[in-house]
């Protein structure tokens, strides 16, 4: 009896744990799959979605930086400087 409550604990221990990550699935092909397990052989890399994880932090990170350096385009640039010539505060 004491030893199904431990298992219980534990179980529900780990469904909390489970909610806290929130992990999802994402499916890639599987010829990519294995040119990635090649690729991370003989890394710190334990598995292809560790990989793909720091992969795609590393992607997003680097996308948030460039909309830092330029947060409006070219064409944004150009219509708030045409509405600034039409007021007067640029020739």
């Known amino acids: 009896m004491e030893k199904e409550k431990e298992l219980e604990k534990m179980a529900e221990k780990a469904d909390e744990e489970k909610k806290r990550k929130k992990f999802t699935t994402v499916s890639i ?12 052989k003989d890394t710190g890399f334990t598995s292809v979605s560790s990989y793909v994880t720091y992969v795609l932090r590393e992607i997003v990170a680097e ?12 064409e944004d640039e150009e219509r708030v400087k045409e509405r600034l010539r039409r007021l007067g505060y640029l020739e």
């Open 63 to 74: 996308g948030e930086k460039e909309e830092e350096e330029h947060p409006f385009s070219d």
């Open 29 to 40: 092909p599987t010829p990519l799959f294995h040119k990635v397990e090649e690729r991370i």
